[in-house]
């Protein structure tokens, strides 16, 4: 693998761009519509891209130089809304690639946003808090021109969370004089956050293959079941999915994986997770790599981690009966086309992991009218959410007997269009 040195990221060239690939799959969506051609060259490009390369001071004293980007793809619908990424690997085509799968996601569930994201080239493991919080409030502060509860609303993303949230929104706050509790999602509880918003992406993943194994007569009861990553997404979708009988055999995150064909019980590895940050060490089970986790045998199939894990390469030794997609964007479209002709049942990202977005849609939506729902109340609304998109998808897909991922893009680029043909083109 060739590998390339840009300012402080190590890449990768041997990937194509997830922007390519949004790219492609939306011009395979609008193909398959007959999308008009001045709607297509709309909507397959982002409205906005703001680059910015800001100062951080460390806590030895010296100044380092970081990268970010806020990328909106679309605004038509409503705000922009997505997340922020802490990552090494982050690019500005990977951002507009999240932001354009943003717009979809959002449309897909039909909530009233756009589609947004963020990124900062950084890797924040070794970072300390104080650290964070000084590179966190500069990155606020560049992209505040873009960001707004009623213009981009970001959340949280791979290796950002509450606490980051806490402190964007409190920088905003701090620059307009006043509370801002609406200009982003994924908070703490005292600041405006919203019950069910951390466990909301996982919990809707588990009613996805909940509705997916109905359909496909499949008893979830004791199926193996292997997730890929275990964050936020991940280890709630390993919790809920055991909770409805499934057994986790194998997990994995950035340090190594674990298989044990007996089982692993997901709560117990969540309490060994907060002593020793990995899942690679837990005791009783075989190590394996993180790509022959995606291979081992399995009846369910979570990656919950990053892009493009599932590619032309591999996509034919990977054998589930569902593969629900945590994670945004880990298939290609070439593994796409493998997975469709071996019947292996694709939850789309845009679809499988929009539980997130979903509640953070009722975050908002909460901040803004200052009234707090209880969790019962926002877990039967996600429910519904789900359940009902997933229907939608579904019946798409099995009436023109497509892949999931073209039916809910299809759907999705549909509600953008429509929106825009309803506005009109300015001035
Ligand atoms: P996170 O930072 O909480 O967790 C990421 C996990 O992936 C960690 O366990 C990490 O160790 C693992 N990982 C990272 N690189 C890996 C690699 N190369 N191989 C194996 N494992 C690796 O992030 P998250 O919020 O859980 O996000 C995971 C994915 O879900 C991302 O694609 C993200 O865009 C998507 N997503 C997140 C949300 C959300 O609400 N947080 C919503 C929708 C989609």
Same mark, same amino acid.
Not at 67 to 78: A, K
Not at 128 to 135: A, F, G, I, P
Not at 288 to 315: F, H, R, W
């Given at each position: 693998?060739?590998?390339?040195?840009?300012?402080?990221?190590? =890449?990768?060239?041997?990937?194509?761009?997830?922007?390519?690939?949004?790219?492609? !799959?939306?011009?395979?969506?609008?193909?398959? =519509?007959?999308?008009?051609?001045?709607?297509?060259?709309?909507?397959?490009?982002?409205?906005?891209?703001?680059?910015?390369?800001?100062? %951080?001071?460390?806590?030895?004293?010296?100044?380092?130089?970081?990268?970010?980007?806020? #990328?909106?793809?679309?605004?038509?619908?409503?705000?922009?809304?997505?997340?922020?990424?802490?990552?090494?690997?982050? +690019?500005?085509?990977?951002?507009?690639?999240?932001?354009?799968? =943003?717009?979809?996601?959002?449309? %897909?569930?039909?909530?009233?946003?756009?589609?947004?994201?963020?990124?900062?080239?950084?890797?924040?493991?070794?970072?300390? =808090?104080?650290?964070?919080?000084?590179?966190?409030?500069?990155?606020?502060?560049?992209?505040?021109?873009?960001?707004?509860?009623?213009?981009?609303?970001?959340?949280?993303?791979?290796?950002?969370? !509450?606490?980051?949230?806490?402190?964007?929104?409190?920088?905003?706050?701090?620059?307009?004089?006043?509370?801002?509790?609406?200009? +982003?999602?994924?908070?703490?509880?005292?600041?405006?956050? /919203?019950?069910?918003?951390?466990?909301?992406?996982?919990?809707?993943? /588990?009613?996805?293959?909940?509705?997916?194994?109905?359909?496909?007569?499949?008893?979830?009861?004791?199926?193996?079941?292997?997730?890929?990553?275990?964050?936020? #997404?991940?280890?709630?979708?390993?919790?809920?999915?055991?909770?409805?009988?499934?057994?986790?055999?194998?997990?994995?995150?950035?340090?190594?994986?674990?298989?044990?064909?007996?089982?692993?019980?997901?709560?117990?590895?969540?309490? &060994?997770?907060?002593?020793?940050?990995?899942?690679?060490?837990?005791?009783?089970?075989?190590?394996?790599?993180?790509?022959?986790?995606?291979?081992?045998?399995?009846?369910?199939?979570?990656?919950?981690?990053?892009?493009?894990?599932?590619? *032309?390469?591999?996509?034919?030794?990977?054998?589930?009966?569902?593969?629900?997609?945590?994670?945004? *964007?880990?298939?290609?479209?070439?593994?796409?086309?493998?997975?469709?002709?071996?019947?292996?049942?694709?939850?789309?990202?845009?679809?499988?992991?929009?539980?997130?977005?979903?509640?953070?849609?009722?975050?908002?939506?909460?901040?803004?009218?200052?009234?707090?729902?209880?969790?019962?109340?926002?877990?039967?609304?996600?429910?519904? %959410?789900?359940?009902?998109?997933?229907?939608? %998808?579904?019946?798409?897909?099995?009436? &023109?007997?497509?892949?999931?991922?073209?039916?809910?893009?299809?759907?999705?680029?549909?509600?953008?269009?429509?929106?825009?043909?309803?506005?009109?083109?300015?001035?």
């Amino acid at each position: 693998m060739q590998r390339v040195r840009r300012g402080e990221t190590i =890449m990768s060239n041997d990937k194509k761009s997830p922007y390519l690939i949004a790219q492609e !799959q939306f011009d395979l969506a609008a193909e398959f =519509m007959g999308l008009e051609e001045d709607l297509r060259g709309i909507l397959r490009v982002p409205k906005r891209e703001l680059t910015v390369n800001f100062p %951080v001071r460390m806590d030895d004293g010296t100044v380092r130089a970081f990268t970010g980007y806020r #990328v909106q793809h679309n605004t038509t619908r409503g705000p922009g809304k997505g997340g922020i990424r802490y990552h090494q690997g982050v +690019t500005l085509d990977e951002v507009r690639a999240l932001a354009m799968w =943003m717009t979809w996601k959002c449309a %897909v569930v039909n909530i009233p946003f756009g589609g947004a994201k963020g990124g900062v080239v950084v890797d924040p493991t070794p970072m300390s =808090m104080r650290e964070l919080e000084n590179l966190t409030r500069r990155f606020a502060t560049e992209i505040s021109p873009l960001i707004g509860a009623d213009g981009d609303i970001p959340a949280p993303d791979v290796n950002t969370n !509450q606490q980051i949230m806490a402190w964007l929104m409190d920088t905003i706050s701090m620059h307009s004089g006043r509370l801002e509790s609406a200009i +982003t999602t994924g908070k703490p509880l005292g600041l405006g956050g /919203s019950l069910g918003r951390s466990d909301a992406t996982g919990r809707g993943v /588990s009613f996805c293959v909940a509705q997916a194994a109905k359909f496909l007569g499949m008893d979830l009861n004791g199926a193996p079941t292997i997730v890929q990553g275990f964050g936020n #997404v991940g280890s709630v979708s390993a919790l809920m999915l055991h909770d409805l009988g499934c057994k986790i055999t194998g997990i994995g995150d950035v340090y190594g994986a674990i298989y044990n064909p007996k089982g692993i019980d997901p709560h117990a590895l969540v309490k &060994h997770m907060k002593k020793t940050r990995t899942v690679a060490d837990y005791p009783d089970c075989e190590r394996v790599t993180s790509q022959e986790l995606l291979e081992l045998q399995c009846d369910v199939l979570v990656p919950a981690a990053l892009e493009e894990q599932i590619t *032309g390469e591999n996509a034919a030794r990977i054998r589930p009966k569902i593969l629900a997609e945590g994670a945004n *964007g880990p298939t290609t479209p070439e593994a796409d086309k493998i997975l469709f002709e071996n019947n292996v049942f694709v939850i789309p990202d845009i679809l499988c992991n929009a539980g997130g977005v979903t509640v953070s849609y009722f975050e908002w939506v909460q901040d803004l009218q200052s009234f707090f729902w209880d969790e019962g109340e926002i877990n039967k609304r996600l429910k519904h %959410v789900m359940d009902s998109s997933f229907q939608a %998808v579904n019946e798409r897909a099995q009436a &023109h007997k497509i892949p999931l991922r073209l039916a809910a893009n299809i759907l999705a680029i549909e509600r953008v269009a429509e929106a825009t043909r309803l506005r009109g083109i300015y001035p």
